[in-house]
């Protein structure tokens, strides 16, 4: 069975910083892309950033490019997010995904940015 378990999240001022962790186990996690989605309150899911299995290839999103950097470790089968520079649109329930697409995602960890 696939599981996917984010924990870093929290309450953070405005210009703060978080870094997102996500632990996966029950599949080979070197064999996958990864992402990272977000759902803030009112509004649809949305994608944050993604990366390749060997992680050397990483997109962004335009609303986190810049002030994010997405990273994993496959030896340790846990992906991660730094989030830099935070501001109150980043408000969020953040996911991780298997692949590209959020079908298999964990519960998510919540994000407030408030000061």
């Known amino acids: 069975e696939v599981q996917l378990v984010e924990s870093g999240g929290g309450l953070v001022q405005p210009g703060g910083s978080l870094r997102l962790s996500c632990a996966a186990s029950g599949f080979i996690f070197s064999s996958y892309g990864m992402s990272w989605f977000r759902q803030a309150p009112g509004k649809g899911l949305e994608w944050v950033s993604r990366?390749?299995?060997?992680?050397?290839?990483?997109q962004y999103s335009a609303s986190v490019e810049g002030r994010s950097a997405i990273s994993r470790d496959n030896a340790k089968n846990t992906l991660y997010l730094q989030l830099d520079s935070l501001q109150t649109d980043d408000t969020a329930m953040y996911y991780c995904a298997q692949g590209y697409d959020p079908s298999v995602r964990g519960q998510g960890t919540q994000v407030t940015v408030s000061s």
């Open positions: 990366i390749n299995r060997a992680g050397d290839t990483k």
